[in-house]
């Protein structure tokens, strides 16, 4: 399989997106910016459109209306496979075989991206904090492992743009202090960072700025001083009618 020749972008533009699912709309006029070294959390109750918006980000999901602009590029037919090259997602689904090992994963998602350098899968185990498991099935790894691994996997071919929903759950401490740092040199490294999560005590000092999704809408969360999850409810208080 020869992979699409990647775009590069150093900002995404979502511009008056809204997303219906028959009848109901997941997603309402919904505008945000992320640039280059941003890592953005996004914030909502359950059901709110945070995994939508990461779909439609993704590029799986179409907008019913709106853009998505990755730079100076819209998604499409002539680009959409192009975009996919630079994006890399962690979704609650791992996409991990169990019956190969941690090296044979990473090994296959990378020739997906036609990336062939073996140290960078060797790197990849190293930063995950499995290179002594690196030839054992992944079927018999805990939860924190696999996801450390998937981690890896959606990063394998270095992309500019890392959607990640709900990463830190489920992973005890050294995990979740692994996965910060991961994204902190995520950062430093330039890429663009869109994470969905709930641990508010962990986003506190990870992100760079708040985006609060209530009902398909999204709600401005206040910048500046102040914990997270103070400043997310002020927010949600706001949305409600």
């Known amino acids: 399989m ?46 709110a459109g945070k995994s939508t918006l990461l779909g439609v980000l993704s590029t799986l999901l179409r907008p019913t209306s709106g853009d998505v602009r990755y730079g100076q590029h819209v998604s ?10 630079r994006i890399g997602l962690l979704g609650h689904d791992l996409f991990l075989y169990g019956d190969l090992t941690a090296r044979e994963n990473l090994t296959f998602f990378a020739r997906m991206y036609g990336v062939t350098d073996a140290a960078r899968i060797t790197t990849a185990l190293e930063r995950a904090g499995l290179a002594d498991r690196a030839d ?20 394998i071919h270095q992309p500019r743009l890392v959607l990640l929903d709900e990463p830190f759950t489920g ?29 508010f005590e962990t986003a506190d000092g ?20 102040g914990r997270l999850r103070e400043r997310y409810r002020a927010a949600i208080g706001s949305a409600v009618p």
Do not use: Y
């Open 2 to 47: 020869s992979a699409a020749p990647a775009l590069d972008f150093d900002r995404v533009d979502v511009v008056d997106v809204t997303r219906r699912f028959g009848r109901r709309k997941a997603l309402a006029r919904v505008s945000l910016t992320a640039k280059r070294g941003d890592v953005i959390g996004l914030l909502g109750p359950n059901g």
């Open 76 to 85: 499409g037919r002539a680009v959409g496979e192009a975009i996919r090259a």
């Open 136 to 155: 054992d099935r992944v079927g018999a790894f805990s939860r924190g492992l696999r996801q450390r691994l998937a981690l890896e996997r959606a990063l």
């Open 171 to 199: 992973l005890d401490d050294d995990s979740t202090a692994r996965l910060t740092a991961r994204l902190a040199s995520l950062r430093e490294a330039g890429a663009i960072v869109v994470v969905a999560t709930h641990d």
């Open 206 to 225: 990870l992100v760079d700025r708040a985006a609060c999704l209530a009902n398909g809408r999204l709600v401005p969360v206040a910048e500046g001083r």
